[in-house]
């Protein structure tokens, strides 16, 4: 049993792993395309390519996980260089040289976030192939699965409420003024977001380093689990194999394809549709109060449902996919009659948020679930290959989401590179914004992610079977299978 030292600091480990996360996924198109005038177009094809390079280095780097053996432990080498080199990627990406012409910067960020990719991939992967290593499965997995959510979600959410407080004031102390040479090309407020994105990179940095090494000083690895290896072509067969697998892994990329397109958007909302010379004050509002939800979402409504409702995982799962969709539906019909009041958004913003906080929780679940499913079917405990895949299909789906939000973005011409906006004026960015680009805008951040949740709904419903009767009963085999091996 794991002691309140190693699951306070394998939390801590996830709250400055998903900040690091959060920042990437949110804000990297933000930055290049709205702040430094990268092409959106260009950067949906970054985005979409680096994730493609992931569906062939994640699985490598489970093998590599799986194969390490070392006196520190299987995992905590990784999670250790993983994120050092993760943390300044992460700051090289959001401190891009401002004299760079405009094929420079696409270099620039095509280079940098391959390797945030590969970097954050090497210590992603053993942090979360330490659940099923260190728990029996049942009560034990999901107490630890959700610790680990909850914090993750705590990470998440400090980087949705506090980047757009934080970097205009960063912004202000750093900037100084302008470079002659760059007056025109970065006016007043694009300079100062400039700074301020690099110096909360930084900080956000640092206590990425500084979480993951207490975490990586306080945890020992208890695991009694042999894991195996294999060549890279038997661990795409057995992956391909487990077919509970392969549906969580189709669950994953629904969910957050969903989530993410309009957490890529929601900025260029408020930005630019809702607008007002004060509109980071109403991101920054709707971003605390949903982070929130999601937080208590994962810390109380999921074991309300669970544990005082008694709900089974699968039963959770549609609810809170309905919470999202009716979020979705208010946000589009709210925008639609031209309702303007901050306050009235937080109501969608509460729902989908919170409904991304239980699947957070409950897709681990079942993820952690199918690698005792794949043990007893195949023989194999592919722990690092099966959680190489929620790395790999989380940056697939915010590649694919991020493409999306590009190429509406570009059809859309919504971007604020080039406009002349004088030093530190206040200036609502929504006027001359035509109206047509505002609907299109409302539609891709609604409509789209309720279609994608409904095709996940469906496909879920016709594949998944591992309910927790069928869990229990997995549990009970295996348990029979050691002791007979055993014995022998």
Not at 8 to 27: E, F, H, N, P, Q
Request: aromatic residues 10%.
């Amino acid at each position: 049993m794991l002691g309140f030292k190693e699951k306070a600091t394998y939390g801590l480990g996830a709250v400055g792993k998903d900040m690091v996360y959060m920042l990437s996924a949110s804000y990297v198109l933000y930055y290049f395309q709205d702040i430094l005038g990268v092409s959106a177009a260009a950067m949906g094809v970054i985005l979409l390519v680096a994730r493609i390079f992931d569906a062939f280095n994640d699985p490598i780097m489970g093998v590599i996980v799986a194969k390490t053996k070392t006196r520190w432990g299987k995992f905590r080498p990784w999670l250790f260089i993983g994120t050092l080199t993760n943390a300044v990627m992460l700051f090289l990406m959001f401190a891009a040289p401002p004299r760079l012409d405009a094929g420079g910067l696409v270099a620039y960020a095509a280079v940098t976030y391959i390797l945030w990719g590969v970097t954050y991939t090497m210590m992603d992967i053993p942090y979360w192939s330490m659940i099923p290593a260190f728990t029996n499965g049942g009560k034990e997995r999901e107490g630890l699965t959700t610790l680990a959510r909850s914090c993750a979600g705590v990470g998440s959410a400090l980087i949705s409420i506090l980047t757009m407080i934080i970097v205009p004031l960063l912004g202000r102390a750093f900037a100084g003024n302008v470079p002659d040479d760059l007056v025109e090309r970065y006016p007043g407020t694009q300079w100062m977001e400039l700074n301020g994105f690099k110096y909360f990179t930084l900080i956000v940095a640092v206590l990425f380093v500084v979480f993951t090494v207490i975490m990586c000083f306080a945890i020992k690895e208890k695991s009694s689990v042999d894991m195996k290896t294999a060549k890279i072509g038997e661990m795409f067969k057995a992956l391909v194999q487990n077919d509970q697998a392969m549906c969580v892994v189709v669950t994953i990329v629904v969910i957050n394809v969903a989530l993410y397109i309009t957490s890529n958007l929601v900025i260029y909302f408020f930005k630019y549709d809702l607008g007002g010379v004060n509109w980071n004050d109403g991101y920054a509002l709707f971003n605390m109060v949903g982070g929130g939800a999601q937080i208590l979402a994962m810390m109380l409504l999921y074991p309300l449902l669970r544990n005082v409702l008694k709900l089974n995982n699968i039963k959770i799962f549609y609810v809170s996919v309905s919470m999202s969709i009716i979020g979705y539906v208010a946000l589009l019909v709210m925008a639609s009659v031209g309702v303007n009041s901050v306050v009235a958004f937080l109501i969608p913003g509460v729902l989908v948020m919170a409904s991304a906080g239980v699947n957070n929780v409950i897709i681990t679940v079942f993820l952690a679930n199918t690698v005792d499913y794949g043990d007893l079917k195949n023989h194999r405990r592919d722990e690092s290959v099966i959680f190489s895949m929620q790395t790999f299909v989380v940056k697939l789906s915010s590649g694919i989401s991020a493409f999306v939000a590009s190429i509406a973005l570009s059809v859309l011409h919504l971007n604020n590179a080039g406009e002349g906006i004088a030093q530190n004026a206040a200036i609502d960015f929504s006027l001359g914004v035509e109206a047509s680009s505002k609907i299109g805008l409302r539609m891709v951040m609604t409509v789209i992610p309720i279609i994608v949740l409904i095709i996940g709904v469906v496909i879920f419903k016709a594949r998944f079977k591992l309910t927790d009767k069928k869990v229990e009963e997995i549990s009970a085999e295996l348990k029979k299978r050691n002791e007979s091996e055993a014995s022998e």
